[in-house]
């Protein structure tokens, strides 16, 4: 794929890797589909299929598979009739945004042969591509603004433990990325699954929801990777929906997530969201949709950066109405690198459950590996290191955990106005943060400043009328 003028970036390189992996994906489901679905028919057309135009190593090449790929296999994808079934549905999604970049067709050619020497329906090519595309994910890191898709699996796999869902439970992921919160929780739930009956509950009960094009294709690929025939994967901005229309009906038990932080919505976004909690920063509106979406007694774990916890004006507001409708019992506080090279700024996962106002907050400060100072690329945050948090979670008293584990009372956090950024009592202060919070600090006091200017301005002005 480097050798191809047409291929610009690795985020471009994977993007046309994986329509094609989805591709072949879904020529070896559809071997299967023939044998256990009664009548199956596909909805993709006969010479558009996998097997008659891929699968000979000395098939279509050169130009004639360029002008094939160009004018006969992307056209009739992208258009295809999504009444059909639900499998030319999910086909349309993953097609409607998603490009081919390769100019070459002989190169072309080479990399599908590479791709056709992989079988989905044999468990050991599965379980091993899984390993590999996994890698692929993590890839996107170093991809450009393309890092924002992925999860370190540790953070996932420690959140989805702790939530602990259950079969037919619904979850839901309301930016779910390339999928790590639903692959994770699909192999959590796995274990409860009996027979076939069960099987179907589980594809049924997990869902994400994602509005940018590649992530979407990453993530409805990765939940084919899992055994999910039919991934009920969205393309689609939930914060684009007016916050009063969503109902009962679209009430969920768990939600799981990490919503972009930083990111600032389109103008107008905001206005779907009543005032008290009208803002462009994208985390903020997703946490206000989240508390809206749970059920009574549902549970959520989200990441939000340190930011959400010291912010004031909307951001005091937005965890008033948390703490007020929903038991906030934990925050785990990681430190600086976890999401490098993506982001420096400090993260927490915060752990809620809905229906009972908070009476007080746990927090636990997770500390570096011995002997490290801290994460990146080659040296990522592992599941093991969440061990001892594990062991803290049922065991919150007990003295041998007190070096990293508090607790605050509500009445205390409404003393300090809401804001949740309470250091460790147990370890010395570090007086200098970090860059990125010093700023936005800094940038929260001016607007303080330029807000109270304002009404001096107003009452003066009044007062000279």
């Not at 990777?225 to 007016?242: A, E």
């Amino acid at each position: 794929m480097r050798k191809d003028t047409g291929v610009d970036g690795d985020a471009q390189r994977i993007s046309q890797m994986v329509w094609m992996l989805f591709m072949k994906i879904f020529a070896d489901k559809e071997e299967e589909w023939e044998i256990t679905i009664d009548n199956y028919e596909s909805p993709i057309p006969e010479n558009l299929k996998w097997q008659n135009w891929a699968a000979d190593d000395e098939g279509l090449t050169g130009d004639a598979l360029m002008d094939f790929i160009e004018t006969d296999l992307f056209p009739a994808l992208k258009n295809l009739d999504i009444t059909i079934s639900p499998q030319a549905r999910i086909i349309r999604a993953v097609f409607d945004d998603t490009y081919n970049y390769m100019k070459n067709g002989t190169l072309f050619r080479q990399v599908i042969n590479v791709i056709n020497e992989i079988d989905f329906n044999n468990s050991t090519d599965s379980h091993l591509f899984n390993d590999l595309y996994e890698t692929i994910l993590k890839e996107l890191q170093s991809a450009g603004s393309s890092g924002e898709y992925y999860t370190p699996r540790a953070v996932t796999q420690f959140m989805v433990d702790m939530v602990n869902p259950q079969l037919g439970e619904s979850v839901l992921d309301p930016a779910c990325g390339t999928g790590g919160f639903l692959t994770c929780t699909i192999d959590h739930v796995r274990a409860q699954v009996k027979d076939a009956t069960d099987r179907d509950v589980l594809q049924k009960s997990i869902r994400g929801i994602e509005k940018k094009p590649l992530p979407h294709l990453l993530c409805t690929t990765n939940l084919m990777l899992h055994g999910f025939d039919l991934p009920v994967v969205r393309r689609d901005n939930l914060l684009s929906k007016p916050y009063a229309d969503w109902g009962t009906k679209d009430k969920l038990d768990i939600i799981l997530s990490n919503p972009p932080f930083g990111g600032v919505e389109e103008d107008g976004t905001e206005t779907n969201f009543p005032a008290k909690f009208r803002t462009k920063e994208t985390a903020d509106l997703f946490l206000a949709l989240i508390i809206k979406l749970l059920k009574n007694k549902g549970r959520c774990a989200i990441v939000l950066p340190d930011g959400t916890l010291f912010g004031e004006g909307m951001k005091t507001r937005l965890k008033e109405e948390l703490l007020d409708k929903c038991n906030l019992h934990t925050i785990v506080r990681l430190p600086n690198g976890v999401f490098n090279p993506y982001t420096g700024i400090k993260t927490n996962l915060l752990f809620f459950e809905k229906g009972t106002p908070t009476k007080e907050v746990w927090y636990y400060e997770h500390p570096y590996p011995k002997g490290a100072v801290s994460y990146n690329k080659t040296k990522p945050i592992h599941i093991k290191e969440f061990d001892v948090e594990k062991a803290w979670w049922n065991n919150r008293e007990d003295e041998k955990f007190s070096k990293n584990a508090w607790k605050v009372s509500i009445e205390e956090i409404k003393k300090r106005g809401y804001n949740l950024d309470i250091k460790n009592p147990h370890q010395e202060v570090d007086t200098l943060a970090s860059p990125e919070v010093l700023l936005e600090k800094y940038t929260a006091t001016e607007q303080k400043i330029s807000t109270i200017q304002d009404k001096i301005i107003n009452v003066l002005t009044e007062a000279l009328k």
